[in-house]
């Protein structure tokens, strides 16, 4: 993964970019599905890995297929990503170790869910169960993020679609 | 890419197994892994698939521009009114217990019609991106 990372940002061909952010996205999901978040792992591998390549092509078809070379050194925003790299790494030690079963996360509200998601909802699959029931206010929200990013996209191209007939004329 | 045989005959037998692991992924997400925006996701990425193999118009007779939009905007309302049938029924917003005469069935019929407005809302909208996004080249050659 790390070896990918780094052609991505060293290839100035986007092609092989967009091809190598396909890559990327499944070996994040098999690292999603190495840690038991098979959910996630599905939609990186259909939305990181499909269509956002797809739609990354489709823009490549319209821009050039090489990319400039930058005005600027690229020291200043290096030093700034390896900082922020080095504080989040920081913040991590801070945290409790992976799957500790004492972990506050663990002890809140996890412990009803798993002994009684099943018995309320009839739903054996506790991640459907929490989603959709328990924190069915959560994800109404989530789908009208999804509608607004929707609409919003609509309203952005179909705009520039008018413009152009208007220039036709 | 129409005329490569080989591509042609894989995306045909690969687009009915899609569409099917789409709908299994979306019906049986109350026991395996998956939901509404996984199944929603996969559906809409194998329209995309066939866009990319038969070309734009052909996944445009498919699914017409203004089914993806009413979509869109269908899931969210069929979210949102699954919470008003709760309010109806004589419970709160989004609650479900009240949906059947048996609390737990009433969880399922809540959660499966929940999952169905996701699953419209996110195949709608990936698709109609990508039209947005796939549809715009030809029109600009147009108007040079």
């Given at each position: 993964m790390a070896s990918t990372a780094v052609a991505i940002a060293v290839q100035r061909n986007l092609f092989a970019v967009v091809v190598l952010f396909g890559a990327y996205s499944f070996l994040m999901a098999t690292v999603l599905v190495a840690l038991d978040a098979v959910d996630v792992g599905m939609t990186e591998a259909a939305v990181g890995a499909g269509i956002s390549t797809v739609l990354l092509l489709g823009t490549l078809y319209l821009v050039r297929k090489e990319e400039m070379k930058p005005l600027h050194r690229p020291l200043l925003p290096l030093a700034v990503s390896i900082a922020t790299g080095a504080v989040l790494a920081y913040g991590t030690l801070?945290?409790?170790?992976?799957?500790?079963?004492?972990a506050p996360i663990h002890t809140h509200v996890a412990p009803r869910y798993i002994h009684d998601a099943l018995r309320e909802?009839?739903?054996?699959n506790v991640v459907t169960a929490v989603l959709a029931s328990y924190r069915g206010y959560d994800t109404l929200g989530e789908v009208m993020v999804v509608f607004t990013a929707g609409a919003g996209v609509i309203a952005l191209l179909r705009r520039r679609k008018r413009r152009m007939k208007e220039d036709r004329q | 890419m129409r005329d490569y045989l080989v591509l042609r005959v894989i995306a045909k037998l690969m687009i009915a197994f899609m569409l099917v692991f789409a709908l299994y992924v979306q019906f049986h997400g109350d026991f395996g892994p998956g939901g509404g925006f996984q199944a929603g996701v996969i559906a809409a990425a194998a329209i995309i698939f066939y866009a990319i193999i038969y070309g734009l118009p052909a996944a445009r007779t498919v699914v017409p521009d203004w089914l993806a939009e009413t979509m869109v905007a269908a899931g969210v309302l069929l979210y949102a009114s699954v919470g008003v049938a709760g309010i109806l029924l004589?419970?709160?917003?989004?609650?479900?217990?009240?949906?059947?005469?048996d609390p737990v069935e009433g969880q399922h019929r809540g959660i499966f019609w929940v999952e169905v407005g996701v699953f419209i809302t996110v195949a709608g909208v990936m698709l109609k991106i990508f039209y947005l996004f796939a549809g715009r080249p030809g029109e600009e050659e147009e108007g040079k």
């Open positions: 801070g945290l409790p170790a992976f799957s500790d079963p004492d909802t009839g739903v054996p | 004589g419970g709160n917003y989004l609650d479900y217990f009240v949906l059947h005469a």
